[in-house]
């Protein structure tokens, strides 16, 4: 069992930027594919984005440009640096290992001036 915990959420302008974080327990994390997703309030849940264990990432066509997902295996952590913020990014971010029922708890975010 792998548990999540998401950080680093709020509330920024447009354009401005924040720095998500989930920290995995275990010692299994450095094999695990990891992925963001994100749902806004009455919307289905979306990826945002996905990375492999071999470090291979991939983005919704949404976010690319903007949005860097990335790893620390030595902290157990996966990043998601959303950068250009827009009001429509707004959401709760969850993190998930991929394939899996383990889900963070998730972190709010909210793009309004």
């Known amino acids: 069992q792998v548990q999540l915990v998401e950080s680093g959420g709020g509330l920024v302008q447009p354009g401005g930027s924040l720095r998500l974080s989930c920290a995995a327990s275990?010692?299994?994390?450095?094999?695990?594919?990891m992925g963001w997703y994100r749902q806004a309030p009455g919307k289905e849940r979306e990826v945002v984005a996905t990375?492999?264990?071999?470090?291979?990432?991939n983005y919704a066509d949404s976010v690319k440009g903007r949005f860097t997902i990335s790893r620390d295996n030595a902290k157990n952590t996966v990043y998601l640096q959303m950068n250009s913020l827009k009001p429509e990014d707004t959401a709760v971010y969850y993190c998930?290992?991929?394939?899996?029922?383990?889900w963070g708890q998730g972190t709010q975010v909210t793009v309004s001036s």
């Open positions: 998930n290992v991929l394939q899996t029922p383990y």
């Open positions: 275990g010692n299994v994390f450095r094999f695990i594919s």
């Open positions: 990375i492999t264990s071999g470090g291979t990432t």
